[in-house]
């Protein structure tokens, strides 16, 4: 009874007896041990944050320092001009999906001329993972991602999809390590019509009391906004070089105080 | 022979086109409707080779309402136009091309502005503030350079084109005495009586 229990599971196309799909079921268990990603809509914007997992001094960050259009980090990515997404999983398969979103988004780009709506580039990662819950007997992808993008129909707009493809959207919301007490902090603090610079506030508090270390810096935090510019009326995507992330923490009065670093050069 | 115009105006855009339906000298029907409704802000007239003509309008208007019902917000007119000029770009690069020419206007829900839209069978896209296409637009288009007005009314939109309508009917040798004329603007899209 116990081996055939096991086959079954081995294959993502299969329903177990109690009609669960474990394999979702497993990749959701990947990502809650992978580095958090927060990401919170204000009125006039919305505010990703993510702790980065990957770090140490022998790691080259040399080309985060300019970067083409600040695209690419190791949680945060620029997916279109309206669109920054941040993933939370395994680190391949949110390549794989990340390129995916961006292909797709330029796709409508060539067909419609125009930006992608956000929920519909949510959607076309969600059926591209559906796809891999029900065809090819392919383990399904173990990454959760947060879309936070504006659009001329509903402005500006959050969504989180999981590896079964499914989705939805969020004032505020809360994916990979610790985002249980994650979302329950933002649920308290979390007001409707929070304003950008306090909605940058509210996630910088959340991430320091989530986060594994004691203080915030840029080597193990990853911070981007997406913004409306007030002349041309298009949505602006910054993703934040670490010097950027530094001084932001600086100005909140979160950044790393001067007698640890007096501390670490003597 | 197919005639079409299209003006715009302070929030609107009118569109006309003729009724008669031609096979060989005959007149073989005198109340066809060559302007297809896509969506609830969106016009398009149709002309050129029959038989493309409907079979591409009606392709395009699917696909329109398609992407209409399976995301919640219908395209935007510059969206659209910009699909169907792919559609009309490709075909081209096909074995048999459609020989189909277009007037595409709409209202812009999200921005709150008419547009009015110039593409023909090679995929050529315009955006412009009026338009014609057949040998019509010999006529139409000097007098539409001389009487446009883009903050016009809705009342006065429609005299400059019972101008145009009146001129091609006066001098072209195969004119048309029907027109059928739609309107579209915030409201949406209807009928009119010239």
Known sequence: MLILVRSIQGRTTIFSPEGRLYQIEYAMEAISHAGTVLGVLAKDGIV???????????????GAKEGGYGGSGEKIFL???????????????????????????????????????????????????????QYGGLRPFGVSLLYAGYDPH???????????????????????????????????????????????????????KTMDSTTLGSEKLEFATLTLDPTTKQPKAKVYRPAEVDALLQKQGLGKKDEDTEMKTS | ??????????????????????????????????IKELSPHLLMA?????????????????????YQIRNLYPLRPSSAASWIRR??????????????NLLLGGYDTTTHTPHLYWMDYLGTLVDVPFAAHGYGSYFALSLLDRYHDPEAPLEEGLAVLKRCIDEVTKRLVVAQPKYKVKVVDKDGVREVEL
């Open chain 1, 48 to 62: 990703l944050a993510a702790e980065k997992k990957v770090t140490g001094k022998l790691l080259d960050l040399s």
């Open chain 1, 79 to 133: 997916l279109n001009s309206n669109v920054i997404g941040g993933v939370a999983g395994i680190t391949a398969d949110a390549n794989s999906l990340v390129n995916y979103a961006r292909t797709a988004a330029q796709k409508h780009l060539f067909l419609y001329n125009e930006d992608i709506p956000v929920e519909l580039l949510a959607q076309r990662l969600c059926d591209l993972k559906q796809g891999y819950t």
């Open chain 1, 154 to 208: 509903y402005e500006f707009q959050l969504y989180h999809s999981d590896p079964s493809g499914n989705y939805s959207g969020w004032k505020a919301t809360c994916i990979g390590a610790n985002n249980g007490t994650a979302q329950s902090l933002l649920k308290q603090e979390y007001k409707d019509d929070i304003s950008i610079d306090d909605a940058i506030g509210l996630v910088l508090r959340v991430m320091s």
């Open chain 2, 1 to 34: 022979m197919d005639v079409s115009f299209a003006i715009t105006g302070k929030g609107y855009v009118i569109l006309a086109a003729d009724t008669t339906a031609a096979h060989s000298i005959i007149k073989v029907k005198l109340d066809e409707d060559k």
């Open chain 2, 46 to 66: 149709y002309s050129g080779e029959p038989g493309d003509t409907v079979q591409f309008a009606e392709y395009v208007e699917r696909n329109i309402r398609l």
């Open chain 2, 87 to 100: 559609s009309l770009a490709d075909s081209l690069r096909s074995r048999k091309p459609y020989s189909v």
